[in-house]
């Protein structure tokens, strides 16, 4: 009888351990399905039914059954009766996931915004282009590349902009030139490009030690800003979404998300260990944070001094439930918004004869990181390997999850849009648009 009782005790212990366990993994797969549903519902303006058989319909978040209140603005997501996790909509700053009621009508400050009506044609307005026929591009193959990615590769938009002018947009169904799309870690590079301004406005010095003050006692000190833009600290970080990580459990149980790399310790070199972390651009957005003399003035600035400033619109950033925007994963926008953006790329800097930044920050900003492999530079993606190799080496990109891109292409004067829930053939894709057009 003891040795069965021990049996019984040893086996409810098993269970015990193997419930802790897995109720992290539930909590994440609950939490991503409710951040999901309120973003797409409440900000995207898309149907709790058409969120869930796209954006939560993969493995293992189709496990999560969702629900919304459109009064509250509150989206519930319950994973086999076991766990439900809630996320709420907020005025300026999207969808955040809550951590306990009292968040659900937590007070918090939102963007104060100006946006632009100019009555100009796109990209320096909203307003139609005026038809324009290139001579030297062959449309009917443009558009086979264009529509190659389209079905079976789950893309839902592709802008291709040539000298300023629109020669190729499609959209599949559901999805229109207003539509807002979540650009993933593409936010990281918008994140780049605020230092850029603070740069160019003498109110940044980027290879200043990175201003942490929990650093101050150990070799941390040592980290620049510079190290932390090129992903290149040396801090500890594990970047996977296929299992519990620091990544997901940053973005989905964390209510300060600047706070998790800066509690990491160093299992490198600052300048001689490269390694992505969506942690250091949320480091990076707390640094800001700091900066700024008010929280007020941080979530103010980003829109006052660069997105508004070139008509971005449509973009929404999203903060944690500290007010912080999560740099390293959460910006919407419509195809056409994020185009604007690679294109003050394009244009180093000068938006219609405005400088947002300075063009030395393009130069920066595609210089590549040391042990990158010439894959990165300053919270962009770079060609300068040749990885696609049909493409010009100095092509660089935004990237974000499953496919999101922004790809900025200086010597053709051109930037390609393309969002979808599947990464595809990029090589492929990108050669088809090239060679439809003689340059």
Same mark, same amino acid.
């Given at each position: 009888m003891k040795i069965f009782k021990r049996i019984l005790l040893f086996l409810a212990f098993v269970v015990f351990l193997i419930g802790a366990y897995n109720y992290k993994k539930l909590n994440i797969v609950a939490g991503f399905a409710a951040k999901s549903t309120a973003s797409s519902v409440f900000l995207a303006n898309r149907t709790l039914a058409f969120t869930d058989s796209t954006d939560n319909s993969f493995t293992p978040i189709h496990l999560a059954s969702n629900t919304i209140d459109t009064t509250l603005k509150i989206a519930r997501s319950s994973v086999v009766g076991l766990l439900t996790r809630k996320a709420v909509f907020r005025k300026g700053l999207g969808s955040v996931l809550t951590l306990n009621q009292k968040d659900e009508t937590a007070k918090y400050l939102y963007p104060n915004?100006?946006?632009?009506?100019?009555?100009?044609?796109?990209?320096?307005?909203?307003?139609?282009?005026?038809?324009?026929?290139?001579?030297?591009?062959?449309?009917?193959?443009?558009?086979?590349?264009?529509?190659?990615?389209?079905?079976?590769? &789950?893309?839902?938009?592709?802008?291709?902009?040539?000298?300023?002018?629109?020669?190729? /947009?499609?959209?599949?169904?559901?999805?229109?030139?207003?539509? &807002?799309?979540?650009?993933?870690?593409?936010?990281?590079?918008?994140?780049?490009?605020?230092?850029?301004?603070?740069?160019?406005?003498?109110?940044?010095?980027?290879?200043?030690?990175?201003?942490? /003050?929990?650093?101050?006692?150990?070799?941390?000190?040592?980290?620049?800003?510079?190290?932390?833009?090129?992903?290149?600290?040396?801090? /500890?970080?594990d970047e996977n979404y296929d299992k519990i990580s620091d990544a997901t459990t940053m973005l989905f149980l964390e209510r300060d998300m600047t706070k998790t790399q800066e509690h990491k310790p160093l299992v490198g070199k600052p300048n001689q260990t490269w390694n992505y972390s969506s942690g250091t651009s949320n480091l990076l957005s707390g640094i800001l944070r700091n900066h700024f003399g008010s929280h007020q003035e941080y979530l103010d600035f980003w829109y006052s001094?660069?997105?508004?400033?070139?008509?971005?619109?449509?973009?929404?950033? /999203?903060?944690?439930?500290?007010?912080?925007?999560?740099?390293?994963?959460?910006?919407?926008?419509?195809?056409?918004?994020?185009?604007?953006?690679?294109?003050?790329?394009?244009?180093k800097g000068n938006w219609n004869g405005t400088r947002i930044f300075s063009e030395d920050w393009t130069t920066y900003v595609t210089t590549p990181t040391p042990g990158s492999k010439n894959t990165y530079g300053a919270q962009f993606w770079l060609n300068a390997d040749g990885g696609f190799k049909d493409v010009p080496k100095n092509m660089y990109y935004a990237d974000g999850y499953k496919g999101q891109r922004v790809y900025i292409l200086p010597d053709q004067e051109m930037v390609i849009v393309r969002f979808g829930l599947k990464n595809f053939d990029e090589n492929t894709f990108l050669k088809g648009i090239l060679e439809s057009i003689k340059f």
């Open positions: 915004r100006t946006k632009s009506s100019s009555e100009m044609a796109y990209p320096y307005g909203d307003f139609p282009q005026k038809d324009t026929i290139f001579e030297n591009i062959s449309y009917p193959k443009l558009n086979k590349a264009v529509g190659s990615i389209f079905g079976t590769d &789950k893309s839902r938009a592709v802008l291709v902009i040539y000298k300023d002018k629109i020669i190729a /947009e499609k959209y599949s169904k559901g999805f229109n030139a207003s539509s &807002k799309i979540l650009g993933w870690s593409m936010t990281k590079s918008l994140l780049s490009t605020v230092f850029g301004v603070l740069s160019y406005q003498n109110r940044m010095v980027i290879n200043a030690k990175a201003p942490i /003050e929990s650093w101050q006692n150990d070799a941390r000190k040592e980290i620049t800003i510079h190290n932390l833009l090129q992903m290149n600290s040396g801090l /500890e970080w001094d660069f997105i508004d400033k070139i008509g971005m619109n449509s973009m929404v950033l /999203e903060a944690d439930l500290s007010g912080n925007y999560v740099a390293s994963s959460y910006a919407w926008a419509t195809t056409r918004d994020w185009g604007k953006f690679g294109l003050l790329y394009l244009k």
